[in-house]
């Protein structure tokens, strides 16, 4: 790890940090603010989304989840899509960012309606997961693009604090749109006609977001001029395109041993994070709540999700504090041994206050990974291949995490309940943490802060001090 005297100076380095401060700083930016609403506006569409599925695929009245089924949800869920998630990633960097928030966002919403009408039919089986793909796939393209855009309404020495403030609000609202999602399928009778209401309602929070990002200048947020202005050709010669730019922004990123030894620590963070996932669901519903009605144990599944999302919060509060005090590979080091001591601890009492609190800390823990892996990728990659790089982010967030759960199912018990699984996933976290650590030492100083990274555009910098 780099010297303390080699960090950058973390943002708003001068009184005391919090999350209302950083946000009233950022806030400030007017381009910023537009960005901002559009995924919170977003996200709380997803959360909503996410509720109205999950009580539909996980907690249905009639039918208990098992191993397969539940990892099969999540590959067919998350794999497809990630698997050709990076090719999105060169029309994010060829493609107006502002265009594509704007049209991805109603044809999200399109989608949506197309879930909601199979989920009021009682559908569970191809049609359904092939349009929730369509959601998804449509989502991960718009997040990767939010995330490719920051750097152009913040300047670069708010990065981290841009970072801190726009995604971990943004899962915040998602998990009070998960609330929120769970109130109204409550309130229509946990049906299938419930679970179709509740999707509806997250498609009109992805109109709204359609409309606030229309109010950003198309060019806004990038990409930058003066890459990839031939026009459109063929299809097949598209294709070449992307593949070739791809495997370009592989090569990038790759001999930057920052954004890559980054996404390595998201991809294992994720990996036993889906195992614990699957775990969490098969507890509540086959272990914790066997004999009870299947809202019983959705309305305590509740509690653990509100848990993991004001860890979520609370991360923005923390980590623009420590990262004046160590760097961010260090405190990504840190938050992988935290996260091995607490699920070998906690984990292992198969208690549901322990359980509250080991998410909490998860999602804290988590959550501060993400923002500093994500102000890595911004730092250290000029614009030209951000749009790449969060796209290959995004597909180690996903496709590792269905990954991990499809694997544990030979040794997933019914109950969810095993103590030698929480053994494996302690071990997992603990060896990614010595990975990254060892692979961080061996890293170049600039690497660790911002100082000797690329910065934002020069546009963003200006609009910041005028």
């Not at 806030?27 to 539909?56: C, K, M, N, P, V």
């Amino acid at each position: 790890m780099a010297a303390a005297a080699n960090r950058e100076p973390a943002p708003g380095s001068h009184g005391r940090s919090s999350f209302v401060r950083d946000l009233r700083i950022v806030w400030a930016e007017h381009d910023f603010r537009r960005l901002l609403s559009t995924r919170l506006i977003s996200q709380t569409g997803d959360g909503i989304f996410t509720a109205g599925l999950g009580t539909y695929v996980f907690f249905n009245a009639a039918v208990y989840p098992n191993p397969l089924k539940g990892a099969a949800a999540f590959a067919v869920l998350y794999a497809p899509y990630s698997l050709i998630g990076p090719f999105a990633g060169v029309f994010i960097d060829r493609w107006s960012r502002r265009q594509i928030l704007v049209y991805s966002a109603l044809l999200r919403s399109v989608f949506v309606a197309l879930t909601a009408a199979l989920m009021a039919s009682g559908n569970v089986g191809p049609p359904l997961y092939i349009a929730v793909l369509l959601v998804l796939g449509v989502n991960r393209f718009f997040l990767a693009s939010l995330s490719a855009a920051l750097p152009h309404v913040v300047a670069g020495d708010k990065l981290v604090m841009g970072n801190s403030v726009s995604p971990t609000a943004g899962g915040t609202l998602a998990a009070v749109g998960g609330i929120l999602g769970l109130g109204v399928n409550a309130a229509t009778g946990d049906t299938e006609r419930g679970a179709a209401i509740t999707l509806l309602v997250a498609g009109a929070c992805y109109i709204a977001a359609s409309l606030v990002a229309r109010t950003m200048p198309r060019d806004l947020l990038g990409p930058a001029r003066g890459s990839y202005q031939r026009q459109p050709g063929r299809i097949l010669t598209e294709l070449r395109i992307v593949a070739v730019g791809l495997a370009r922004g592989v090569r990038v990123i790759s001999r930057r041993r920052g954004p890559a030894t980054a996404l390595g620590a998201i991809g294992g963070n994720r990996f036993f994070y889906g195992i614990l996932f699957l775990m969490s669901i098969l507890l509540y519903r086959n272990y914790f709540y066997r004999g009870a009605r299947a809202s019983v144990a959705e309305t305590h599944y509740g509690y653990l999700v509100t848990a993991v999302a004001v860890g979520y919060f609370c991360a923005a509060i923390v980590t623009p504090y420590v990262t004046r005090r160590l760097t961010k590979p260090a405190l990504i080091t840190v938050t992988l041994v935290v996260s091995a001591v607490l699920i070998g601890t906690l984990g292992q009492t198969f208690g549901q206050i322990a359980y509250i609190i080991m998410g909490f800390f998860l999602g804290l823990a988590g959550q501060t990974m993400v923002i500093c892996a994500t102000t890595v990728l911004q730092e250290e990659l000029t614009d030209d291949y951000r749009g790449r790089a969060f796209s290959l982010y995004d597909m180690m967030f996903n496709i590792t995490f269905a990954v991990g759960a499809l694997l544990s199912v030979p040794v997933m018990p019914l109950s969810g309940m095993s103590h030698a699984l929480i053994g494996v996933i302690t071990a997992g976290y603990a060896v990614v943490a010595v990975a990254y650590w060892a692979a961080g030492r061996q890293s170049p100083a600039s690497s660790a802060g911002g100082a000797g990274g690329m910065s934002s555009p020069s546009s963003a910098a200006q609009r910041s001090s005028s």
